[in-house]
């Protein structure tokens, strides 16, 4: 599908498939040497816990610290020369920001990038310092999208979907590739869901590799767009979520995404803020690693106990690590 087309879709589902194991692998070819293969690590701690045993797929060591740079270099990679040397245009409240401008300056291209006034100051920083030009809004009153398409037509530049296009898809879904080749079968996974573009490409490349694994989507409890739409069987449209986890600050899930994700999706596991910050403090003191509230979202669901039943070997993607010292101190100084 072209980005027009794309742009242009209606609110019915595609009756062609939106994605393929094919897809992600071609996306998997195109990224190899861009992108970090991040590694999966394991802690007994963590199993003993949780009473399984858990594989996390670090994309909080990601290029750009999350896991959005996959889907965004995939992205870029097939634009024209003539569309490279315009430049492109995006939409984020961060991650997805500072990934097209981090590809777009390694291919030689230019970028512009909508983001929240209240967007957090180390992405922010992150995405200038990439060379990217930032458009501000105030995420509770404006249209992102709408600014994003208008900047784009008005400057000749081509718009990078944050989430809901084939492309972006493809590239998100090769870290469910790299995990399942290095761990083998899994009996779930559970990744973090916003706008689900994430969800949809590994579920689409766990499903087709392993028909079996249960595909659990995570989201905050007060931004549960998702859950709402898979339960009513289309998409809910809610207020813009306030929480910790401002990564899956989305009001709706993506047309393309829930096309995907309401077939393949098992269930969605909703976790409170003050577990958000239970497994962010785990995380930062038993695994020494540093990880964002959007990203801690599956491993709060898991020490949380909200996955029942609990399967024996489980994937759990850590979808990003961007945060600011002073942001972190913050929310752990609440940490129980």
Not at 225 to 233: E, F, H, N
Not at 272 to 286: G, H, K, S, Y
Request: proline share 5%; glycine share 10%; with cysteine.
């Amino acid at each position: 599908m072209t980005n027009d087309a794309a742009a242009a879709a209606g609110s019915s589902a595609p009756e062609e498939p939106v994605l393929t194991l094919d897809d992600i692998r071609a996306a998997a070819a195109r990224i190899e040497g861009a992108a970090h293969r991040t590694p999966v690590v394991r802690s007994r701690t963590l199993d003993r816990l949780v009473g399984a045993e858990v594989h996390l797929k670090c994309e909080n060591l990601q290029r750009v610290g999350a896991f959005k740079f996959r889907g965004a270099y995939n992205w870029l990679a097939q634009l024209t020369p003539e569309q490279l040397k315009r430049g492109v245009a995006a939409f984020s409240s961060g991650n997805h920001a500072q990934a097209v401008a981090l590809a777009a300056r390694e291919m030689g291209s230019s970028a512009v990038i909508v983001m929240p006034e209240d967007a957090p100051a180390a992405k922010r920083a992150a995405t200038e310092e990439y060379g990217a030009e930032v458009v501000t809004y105030d995420r509770y009153t404006g249209d992102r999208v709408a600014l994003g398409r208008q900047i784009a037509e008005e400057r000749g530049l081509v718009l990078v979907p944050p989430y809901d296009h084939p492309w972006t898809m493809a590239g998100q879904g090769t870290a469910a590739l790299e995990l399942l080749a290095e761990t083998g079968e899994l009996d779930a996974l559970l990744a973090p869901v916003g706008g689900g573009g994430l969800m949809a490409g590994c579920a689409t490349a766990a499903k087709a590799l392993h028909p079996g694994i249960r595909m659990i989507g995570v989201e905050p409890q007060d931004g549960d767009d998702t859950a709402r739409s898979l339960a009513a069987g289309h998409r809910v449209r809610i207020q813009v979520p306030r929480g910790l986890a401002d990564g899956q600050a989305a009001e709706t899930p993506g047309e393309l995404t829930f096309a995907v994700n309401r077939r393949l999706v098992e269930s969605i596991a909703l976790v409170t803020d003050e577990e958000i910050r239970a497994a962010m403090q785990f995380a930062f003191e038993r695994l020494k690693m540093l990880v964002e509230p959007s990203g801690a979202t599956g491993l709060a669901a898991l020490l949380g106990g909200h996955i029942d039943p609990l399967p024996e070997r489980i994937g759990v993607i850590l979808s990003g690590g961007n945060i600011g010292l002073r942001r972190f101190v913050e929310i752990m100084s609440t940490a129980a």
